[in-house]
């Protein structure tokens, strides 16, 4: 055991108290009352009770949305900023108390949720809090001395975002952000595993003073509360951040109204490493592009193609690593992997790593929940996998767990093409040092993103999603600006 670190005082108080719904800046149980608990995935134990929001709810937050909507777009951008500058500012200033949240309702080290989770979080609420007085139209060079014309952007009104449990804060700022620098307002319905973090964020949004009915928060189910969001017809867009099978989903919803949708979904990304490369570095980002987080992470580095000439040594390398992890509490500062968010999870990670021994892969590390004092919770061991089948579920699912599953190849050629025989198309990662080369398959790979000699970096300035089955639409960036706007063309006769 590394230092247990203590619960802050904040945080028990939060924890004893019955979660509700913010909608239109008020505090309201669900209309049909119901609640549902949420669980510390590291002891399987309730941690409180939360408002289980459903159509209902919903129809009531875009009413609040949409009557917040004409004062918030009409604001002067600099006020919009200042507000939401005080936002992140109070963000930081309970910086220990949202990360203890995380750690308590998604079960992430202490590190990953201080120097990660709400760390980013915060950077990116301040990158798009300097948005709204650099939104600008364009005048454009038409073909005819008669006319002024110019266009200018808008919001689009009432948006969703709907967040998933693996990194929720995250997910969560990545939305919240543009929207509202763009002068949207939002309802977010987070995910059921992991509500608190952003009701906490709706008391902050509240105390930095941005007005009621502005930032929505619904917590509920997805099939209600999440699917009542995605069908109304008074929201003009949803950002959302899961599964591929809810994605879709989503996209039929959307057709009642037409709304916007940009999707985040999963992925099965590629790391490849060449016989050129730095092999200590690379066995490392290997290590880390598939166990950060568990494994449950959506650019999670889940195929490995290892040139044959090293392929033995990175194995043993990346075997002996993965066994000396330690598994464990989030509030244990020695701890490095945290447990999977459910019990549901688990079965599925374990359903597919029966799957790959019955399709006869080679299990090299790992492969079982982990019992004796953490059996209360649902941790697992990190699992390798070596020689299965290129087409074998484990070699082409998503399995948002930590389980790896690794490759040998003989040529680059070789190598591209196994990597891109998949449906999704998320991240890539590639370890050489021919520079050619390395450029060479930034070009092809199917990937929003491609890592050269890293992994898994992402920054506020730097757009990211997906292709294929992984996703449409950018998240970050100031492209994604666009995304939380309508472009309207102004033609003056002169
Ligand atoms: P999910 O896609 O069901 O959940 C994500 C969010 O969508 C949650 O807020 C949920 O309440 C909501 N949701 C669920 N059904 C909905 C519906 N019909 N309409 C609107 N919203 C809905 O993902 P889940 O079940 O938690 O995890 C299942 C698998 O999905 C994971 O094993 C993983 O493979 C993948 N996943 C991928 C993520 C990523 O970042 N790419 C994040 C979470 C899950
Ligand atoms: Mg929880």
Redesign the pocket.
């Known amino acids: 055991m590394g230092e247990l670190i203590p619960i802050h005082p904040d945080v028990e108080a939060f924890l004893k108290r019955e979660q509700k719904l913010l909608i239109g800046g008020q505090w309201a149980a669900a209309a049909s009352g119901a609640t549902f608990e949420t669980l510390n995935p590291a002891t399987g134990q309730p941690l409180t009770v939360c408002a289980a929001g459903d159509a209902e709810d919903i129809d009531r937050a875009v009413q609040a949305a949409q009557r917040a909507f004409p004062a918030w777009a009409a604001l002067m951008p600099n006020q919009r900023e200042r507000l939401l500058h005080r936002f992140a500012d109070l963000m930081e200033a309970h910086k220990t108390e949202l990360a203890q949240l995380e750690v308590l309702d998604n079960g992430k080290p202490w590190n990953a949720a201080y120097n990660v989770e709400v760390h980013v979080a915060i950077n990116q609420m301040r990158y798009y809090a300097g948005f709204p007085t650099k939104l600008t139209g364009e005048t454009y060079a038409i073909s005819s001395p008669d006319f002024h014309v110019y266009s200018v952007r808008q919001p689009l009104g009432v948006c969703g975002a ?6 929720s804060l995250v ?1 969560a700022a990545q939305k919240i952000g543009p929207a509202l620098a763009a002068g949207n307002t939002l309802i977010l ?5 992991t509500p608190l973090t952003a009701i906490r964020l709706a008391e902050l949004a509240l105390e930095a003073g941005i007005p009621e009915g502005v930032f929505n928060v619904v917590t ?4 209600t ?3 009542a ?2 069908q109304h017809h008074g929201v003009a867009k949803i950002a ?8 879709k ?2 996209v039929g ?1 959307s057709a009642g109204n037409l709304k916007h949708v940009s999707l ?4 099965k990304s590629p790391l490849i490493i060449f016989d050129d490369a730095d092999i200590h570095a690379a066995s490392q980002a290997a290590l880390w592009a598939i166990f950060a987080n568990s494994g ?3 650019v999670a580095g889940s195929r490995l193609y290892v040139q044959r000439s090293i392929y033995d040594t990175v194995q043993s390398a990346l075997a002996a690593a993965a066994c000396a992890l330690k598994v464990g509490y989030g509030l244990d500062t020695s701890t490095q992997l945290g447990p999977l ?1 459910s019990q ?2 688990l079965d ?1 990670v374990l359903g597919y790593i029966e799957a790959g021994k019955r399709d006869g892969a080679a299990l090299i590390a790992g492969g079982s929940r982990i019992g004796g004092d953490l059996a209360g919770g649902y941790f697992m061991q990190p699992t390798i996998f070596a020689d299965a089948a290129d087409d074998s579920l484990i070699a082409a699912e ?4 930590p389980v790896l599953t690794m490759f040998a190849f003989d040529n680059e050629e070789e190598v591209v093409q196994r990597a891109n025989a998949s449906r999704f198309g ?1 991240a890539a990662g590639v370890y050489t040092n021919n520079l050619s080369r390395a450029h060479r398959l930034a070009r092809t790979l199917n990937a929003g993103v491609v890592w050269i000699n890293t992994y898994d970096w992402f920054d506020p300035a730097v757009p990211f999603g997906g292709m294929g089955e ?1 996703g449409y639409g950018r998240e970050l960036g100031r492209q994604v600006m666009e995304m939380y706007t309508e472009l309207k063309s102004v033609w003056v006769k002169l």
């Not at 319905?189 to 595993?193: D, I, T, V, Y």
């Not at 959302?240 to 994605?247: I, R």
Request: proline content about 4%.
């Open positions: 709907i967040t998933p449990w693996n990194y997910m319905k987070p995910a059921e595993q509920g189910f997805g099939e509360a999440g699917a969001l995605t959302f951040t899961g599964s591929t099978e809810v994605g989903r989503i919803a985040e979904l999963g992925g449950q992470n959506c968010i549901t999870q599925r998503e399995i948002f767990g998320l992984s």
